[in-house]
């Protein structure tokens, strides 16, 4: 009994120490550099403004309409038999493990919360999706850091495609811990369209912020940054923010699978976004950054087979002045998504319309 209060008596002294030294190095951030926060503040919004909020909103208010309407146990329907023997997850997730790849972070995490929420799928298949469901998206991969950062839309394309490869390899890899009582088979049950749409739109409005929020913090402490050596500033950017640490990387002539493991890994800026999901969800912190470590490795692995068969010649050309451009505009993949869907819930709920529109 002593011993386990003692190291409980330990683990609460590190954890005040670590409060206490990220705290001071707030304060001295913010006293020695003021302007340089300011400017990343300044620089987080203009992100925010002209990229995040624009993307991320509608795709945000489609999952949650998707989770809370009834319309992914549809989809569901059709993508049990699929969802149990590669993931062992219900069909009810299939929408979920979709968004994740095709919305960009961090809609697949957020989406998954929601489905658990509506008791959807379980704690366990909850769990598990926590650790896969979340990818850049093509709007990013392809748009941004393939056209816009590195001037070649091939480079974008293969990140997308490793991304994919590995979030799908994750999660097969997943499948060995399920437990198979956990899964749960629900019929669909449609809400009225006014009530979930309204849901969505308040939920999306409130992730927004606390998305936001987040994007300008790390933005201040990415921007002091720049007052250190290459060598020191490349891994810590990669590690802290995603959109820094690419541009870092770009900038410093690291090579593509390397990059793709930086955004696969997502920074702890994301990590931090989806942060309430996964503690909803039970999963351990852990498990999760080991995850997001896996998910890295095997990114770079699948990024450097396919360049090695479809070779591409990595281009030194990077809009340094205009990042905050509108790439994430629509593209091909999120469209489809959203038609698949979209028709999905006309065929699922075709002569029932009395059911669930008020």
């Known amino acids: ?26 304060s001295l951030m913010l006293i020695k550099y003021p302007s340089l926060t300011a400017q990343g503040a300044r620089e987080g919004l203009c992100v925010c403004a ?38 062992k997850l219900p069909g009810s997730a299939s929408s979920a493990v979709i968004m994740g790849m095709v919305g960009g972070y961090p809609t697949g995490i957020k989406m998954t919360g929601q489905l658990y929420r509506e008791n959807s799928i379980s ?9 896969f469901c979340l990818s850049a998206g093509p709007a990013f991969l392809i748009g941004t850091v393939g056209t816009v950062m590195m001037s070649d839309v091939r480079i974008g394309r293969v990140l997308f495609l490793s ?24 019929l669909p049950s449609f809400r009225p369209i006014t009530s ?47 959109t820094n640490g690419t541009k870092a990387a770009i900038e410093a002539g690291i090579s593509i699978p390397v990059i793709s493991a930086i955004l696969s890994f997502a920074g702890l800026s994301v990590h931090c976004q989806v942060w309430s999901c996964i503690e909803e969800c039970d999963v351990k912190a852990s498990h999760f ?33 205009g990042l905050f ?11 489809a998504a ?14 029932k319309t009395n059911d669930f529109i008020t």
């Open 338 to 351: 959203m038609l698949l869907t979209a028709g999905v819930f006309i065929i699922n709920t075709s002569g």
């Open 289 to 321: 950054i080991v995850s997001r470590i896996v998910s890295g490795a095997l990114s770079a692995l699948y990024c450097k087979a396919i360049l090695h068969f479809f070779p591409i010649e990595q281009s030194t050309l990077m809009a340094r002045e």
């Open 163 to 186: 991304s994919c490869l590995s979030t799908l390899t994750v999660g097969f890899l997943l499948r060995f811990t399920a437990n198979e009582e956990d899964i749960p088979t629900k």
């Open 50 to 87: 002209e990229s995040v909020i624009p993307t991320l909103f509608p795709m945000t208010v489609l999952c949650t309409f998707l989770a809370v309407s009834g319309i992914s146990e549809a989809l569901g329907r059709f993508m049990h038999p699929f969802m149990k023997k590669v993931f």
């Open 196 to 242: 979930s749409l309204c849901e969505a739109v308040t939920t999306a409005g409130g992730a927004m912020l606390s998305v936001s929020a987040w994007i300008i913090l790390f933005s201040c402490i990415c921007k002091t940054l720049t007052e250190l050596p290459d060598g020191i500033r490349l891994p810590l950017c990669s590690v802290l923010e995603v």
């Open 1 to 26: 009994m002593k011993i386990v209060y003692a190291k409980n008596k330990g683990v609460k002294c590190v954890s005040a120490v670590i409060k206490i030294t990220v705290a001071v190095i707030f």
């Open 325 to 335: 451009v509108h790439s994430f505009s629509v593209s091909a993949p999120v469209s």
């Open 123 to 131: 704690q366990n298949d909850a769990n598990r999706m926590c650790l």
